[in-house]
């Protein structure tokens, strides 16, 4: 490997000279060998009969030269490498001390087999115990490196008195030691607790911190003793800045073991309640930058952090963001960062300090305070950022610009105001150079605003048709074309986007041309002005070159009648561009194996509907909104879609109209159960369904005729109609079964509870074979409520004063309320937030800290699609007494009183 | 090299200390975590290290920079680029000080002279400066007069480099170097 390297050394001028030009590892083996014989080259390695003399600087020299090779990543082969050691170790025999050190280096490189070792044993045991400090400590590094467990027992004595050697090199050197071997034999190193524990309060600053570190860690599962051992050490002195640092890390860790709600429960959080944070505060004054920053990081990261808390940690943060290091600068700011993202309100004040950064030589620096102020900025600063991050874009890397593209987007779905100026720098960036990680995140970003700001919808469209006049990304213009394809007839003029299209046509590969046909096809279907125009397009595709765009564009003529022939309805051509593929793929997949050639065709009807492996719930879980273009065309309501479909597959529910919302899974078991079950609230006008989604997490059992026994008892306006049982739920593939009821049209709530009821038979797990006979058994869930949020759909408004006013004050009920004592005016905000399940507007769920007042603006539809609109006024006063007046207004009075009525009785 | 991450959520580890010349080429590297497990991932990891930081000016204060979850601390002199790498939960102030410790070694034991050529004509020296500092990933010291102290010792008998001054002279003009050159 080090050839090449080597190689170019000599076509270079010759001026620079290196000690290892033209090294060669053969020769540099060869050279090893005096080692072993000294004899051969009296020159370098002198040695009368008995009396060894080794010329210590030249057998440096040729170490040096081999640990060069394998620094370089040359690598010694087994034979290379065994020879190589058994020469070292003849070196041994030296009293040089350089030489020793070479040694012991060059032995822990080769890292020697098992039988190599017991070689050097001997050796390095001689050394542990010199009296030369220097030789003890690295002999102890040196053998604890390569040794195995049998070898420790023989040396745990030598090692035990190290760790408390008055010299403080040694003591580090086997306390970092017994550090490694705890990882490979940790029932030795947890006998050596009395010493460890004596070296803790060593004077020399490293011995400390090594020891502190071994301690903690032999006694990290016990808590008890960890907080002993912190707490005596948070009273007593530590001097290393790293021990102490330490200190830090474990006393924050204790404070997280102890539940909040105690906290809580102990009155108002005062800073002094948090077991250890008047320690953690103490070391904001500490004189080492470093503990200063580990315990204001400390600080932040504490879960359930109030902003009284935060404060001090902020304000040395602050101080950090002007230090002429350009670390702690970086330190500050990632944290402050990362602060942003939970306290956006704590960090303002450090926001004139953040925008200086912009400017920072650094662009790591740079990049995190232009998105700790796109998190923490209001309004009204928006425009001000916007021209500074232009200014700053083209010179950052592509990573960065992602970072920034991202922060852009989250402002403006808190903005959508401001989606104008966002919008065009969106579009300004897009046309600039990128890769296509930074292009697809912002196409992506331009999707999400387009789907979440109806007023965004035309321009954004625009942008990216702009973008894929001129795009050299296949994926992203095909997605596009997609995108557009559903998005784009539903405008006031789509006429103009034809021409965009139909340029990919004539100008882009196959791939890109054929996406162009089947979103032409799609803006013939939809906008029936066009179709004569369409028709013209497409049947110029039918000469095309390639046979995927011939054969679509032939197949989208015949299917809207371009060819005279009587096409089928309108309702079917669109279910067929439009609509997904209805059965899973996996599924089709595994039919079309099964497929043996025959005269019957091969029939999708025949296809199973029922989703097999993953359930759509676990699907959904890892983020509500789907992300990107991947989900985009369809929305926002793609999992709904997805349950639309396997409900209205079933023909028991198909009767009961349109789903107005699917509630996310609630879990009805605990994590770890044997069976793990979660229940989704399917809810219709005059019916519910509950999917349960069932797991069964034991090989050894086999469940048949799975079902859910719902007790009704507390829900009186809901009866029971259909309960549809799952056949069989093997292990480890979850399945469905569902329990529909009959309601009052509008809202009922009611509680209900669950015994999941099944057959169980034993399963072989060598074969796999069930037995034939089962037991009938029940399984205990957890209660199920449908509450008033289960009746709303989240849906924002992007102008929540122009929606308020456009709805008009006829239908406006407006109440007062108090709500009692409450820990602070975020939590109650929250709480009614929870209980209406509606979509806050314009960031104002986030209440300033510290605020006395804040209003909070709410957006959804209730059932029977009626839009909702909801402004809170909350107050709070001294002893915590929180006033609410809840204003509504919708398209419906009775549903306004509704509104009223489930916050009366929440 | 395997199963620190047992302990490294808890205990300050360093992932890598590098040292590169002016053309990203290694002059002296040393992983401690198992990361990078060939030889062309490290290269590769040196490689985008080296492009990432080369063009920033870090010859004064130590810079630092971010990615793949690490965190980068390097700091440049004449033709040599020092470099810590630790992971992105890890105290930035105490990979700062590894890095430090390390650079300022160097510079004592190369007697302010640090440049390539010198480097490697005492890679012992550098490589033992390396084992002083960092041990399998945990900080062994960070002191940079400590650590000079401990591998110029081992070459006192030897006399090869140091034979014409004594040890606390050596570090005394270095010490006067490092100041100047800081000075400048």
Not at chain 1, 333 to 346: C, D, E, G, I, Y
Not at chain 1, 393 to 418: H, T
Not at chain 1, 455 to 465: M, P, V, Y
Not at chain 1, 485 to 511: F, H, M, Q
């Amino acid at each position: 490997m080090a050839q090449p390297l080597v190689k170019k050394d000599d076509d270079r001028d010759d001026e620079e000279y290196s000690p290892f030009l033209g090294i060669e590892k053969g020769a540099v083996l060869q050279e090893a060998r005096v080692f072993n014989d000294p004899q051969l080259d009296p020159r370098r390695c002198s040695q009368a009969t008995l009396v060894v003399d080794i010329d210590g600087v030249a057998c440096v020299q040729v170490i040096t030269k081999l640990l060069y090779l394998l620094n370089q990543g040359e690598t010694f082969t087994k034979i290379e490498a065994t020879e190589v050691f058994f020469a070292v170790t003849k070196l041994f025999q030296s009293k040089d001390i350089g030489l020793r050190r070479m040694v012991y280096l060059m032995i822990k490189e080769l890292s020697p087999s098992a039988d190599e070792v017991i070689i050097v044993t001997s050796s390095l045991m001689k050394d542990m115990n010199s009296k030369t400090d220097m030789y003890r400590a690295n002999a102890i590094r040196v053998l604890c490196r390569i040794t195995d467990g049998t070898l420790l027992t023989q040396i745990e004595r030598y090692l035990k008195q190290a760790i408390v050697d008055k010299n403080p090199v040694v003591a580090s050197a086997a306390l970092v030691s017994g550090i490694h071997l705890l990882q490979t034999n940790p029932e030795i190193v947890k006998r050596w607790s009395n010493e460890v524990q004596e070296a803790v309060q060593s004077r020399a600053a490293l011995v400390q911190f090594h020891a502190l570190a071994l301690l903690h860690q032999i006694r990290q599962n016990d808590r008890l003793a960890v907080s002993k051992l912190v707490t005596s050490l948070t009273r007593g002195t530590v001097r290393s800045p790293l021990a102490q640092c330490l200190l830090i890390r474990y006393a924050s860790q204790c404070s997280e073991g102890i539940p909040i709600q105690v906290i809580h429960e102990s009155g108002n959080t005062q800073p002094g309640d948090r077991p250890f944070y008047d320690y953690l505060e103490s070391c904001l004054r500490h004189k080492a930058e470093m503990v200063i920053f580990e315990a204001a990081r400390a600080i932040t990261e504490l879960s359930g952090v109030t902003s009284r808390e935060l404060t001090p940690a902020i304000t040395v943060l602050q101080l950090f963001l002007s230090s002429s290091k350009p670390v702690l600068r970086f330190a500050a700011v990632r944290t402050l960062n990362k602060v942003a993202m939970t306290h956006p309100m704590a960090v303002t004040n450090c926001n004139i300090d953040m925008e200086s950064l912009i400017s920072d030589q650094n662009r790591s620096i740079a990049t995190l305070a232009i998105t700790t102020l796109l998190k923490t900025g209001n309004e009204s600063s928006v425009d001000r950022l916007m021209k500074q991050i232009t200014n700053f874009m083209s010179d950052i890397a592509d990573e960065f610009k992602i970072v920034v593209v991202e922060a852009i987007r989250s402002l403006c779905l808190k903005f959508p105001l401001k989606y104008r100026s966002l919008m065009n720098f969106l579009s300004n960036i897009l046309r600039e150079e990128g890769g296509f990680e930074y292009k697809k995140a912002i196409v992506d970003s331009i999707v999400i605003l387009i789907r979440d700001i109806p007023d965004a919808k035309e321009s954004g469209l625009f942008h990216l048709c702009e973008f894929i006049e001129d795009c050299e990304f296949t994926y992203l213009s095909t997605q596009i074309l997609h995108f557009l394809g559903n998005e784009g007839p539903k405008t006031s003029d789509p006429s103009k986007y034809i021409r965009y299209i139909y340029n990919r046509v004539i100008l882009e590969n196959a791939t890109v041309r054929a996406s162009a046909v089947s979103t032409l096809a799609k803006f013939g279907a939809m906008v029936d002005s066009l179709k004569p125009r369409i028709f013209v397009l497409l049947r110029r595709c039918l000469f095309d070159s390639d046979d995927e765009v011939r054969d679509r564009a032939t197949l989208y003529l015949n299917m809207l009648g371009g060819d005279g022939i009587v096409s089928e309805t309108g309702k079917d051509v669109k279910e067929f561009l439009f609509g997904s593929l209805d059965v899973p793929l996996g599924n089709l997949e595994s039919s079309l194996k099964n497929y043996e050639p025959s005269e019957e065709p091969f029939d999708i009807n025949h296809v199973p509907k029922e989703v097999k492996a993953q359930p759509l719930a676990e699907k959904k879980a890892p983020g509500k909104k789907p992300t990107g273009l991947g989900a985009a065309p369809t929305g926002p309501t793609s999992t709904v879609d997805a349950y639309e479909k396997l409900l209205s597959s079933i023909p028991e529910f198909a009767g009961f109209g349109k789903l107005f919302k699917s509630s996310a899974p609630v879990d009805l078991t605990e994590a770890e159960t044997e069976y793990a079950v979660n229940v989704v609230k399917h809810i219709y006008d005059g019916h519910v369904v509950f999917q349960y989604n069932c797991t069964n997490t034991i090989p050894e059992q086999l469940l048949e005729n799975v079902s859910v026994v719902v007790d009704t008892s507390e829900a009186e306006e809901f009866s029971e109609l259909v309960s549809k049982a799952l056949r069989s739920l093997p292990y480890d593939s979850p399945g469905q079964t569902f329990v529909a009821f009959e309601k009052p049209e509008g809202v009922a709530f009611g509680k209900f509870s669950n015994v999941l009821r099944f057959i169980v038979k034993e399963v072989d797990t060598s074969t796999g074979e069930a037995e034939e006979d089962g037991v009938e058994d029940e399984y205990q869930l957890e209660d199920l409520d449908v509450v008033a949020a289960d009746y709303m759909l989240k849906v924002g408004v992007s102008n929540f004063k122009n929606a308020w006013e456009s709805m008009g004050d006829d239908c406006e009920r407006v109440d007062e309320y108090g709500l009692g004592v409450r820990e602070s005016l975020a939590e109650a905000v929250n709480a009614v937030i929870i209980i209406l399940g509606m979509q806050p507007c314009e960031g104002t769920e986030v209440v300033p800290s510290n605020s006395r007042s804040h209003t909070c603006l709410l957006s959804g539809v209730f059932i029977g699609n009626v839009k909702v609109l909801v402004r809170l006024s909350f107050g709070i006063d001294g002893p915590k007494q929180v006033a609410m007046k809840l204003a509504v207004r919708s398209e419906d009075p009775a549903v306004s009183d509704t509104i009223h009525e489930i916050v009366a009785s929440g | 090299m395997a199963s620190f991450a047992a302990y490294q959520n808890n205990c300050p580890f360093v992932k890598n200390v590098l040292l590169l010349d002016s053309e990203g080429k290694r002059v002296a590297v040393k992983y401690y975590s198992d990361e990078w497990p060939t030889l062309s991932t490290k290269l590769a990891f040196e490689k985008s290290v080296f492009s990432k930081t080369q063009k920033t000016n870090a010859r004064n204060e130590a810079e630092i920079t971010m990615f793949d979850n690490n965190i980068i601390i390097y700091k440049f002199i004449q033709d040599l680029h020092f470099f810590v790498t630790g992971g992105d939960d890890e105290n930035e102030l105490i990979l700062a000080a590894v890095l430090q410790g390390f650079f300022d070694a160097v510079s004592l034991l190369l007697r302010g002279n640090v440049e390539k050529q010198e480097a490697l004509e005492n890679l012992d020296l550098i490589l033992l400066c390396l084992d002083e500092i960092v041990d399998g990933g945990m900080v062994l010291e960070t002191e940079a007069s400590v650590v000079a102290g401990k591998v110029a010792s081992h070459n006192a008998d030897s006399g090869a480099a140091l034979s014409e001054q004594t040890i606390s002279q050596a570090l005394a003009t270095a010490r006067e170097h490092l100041t100047r050159s800081l000075l400048k």
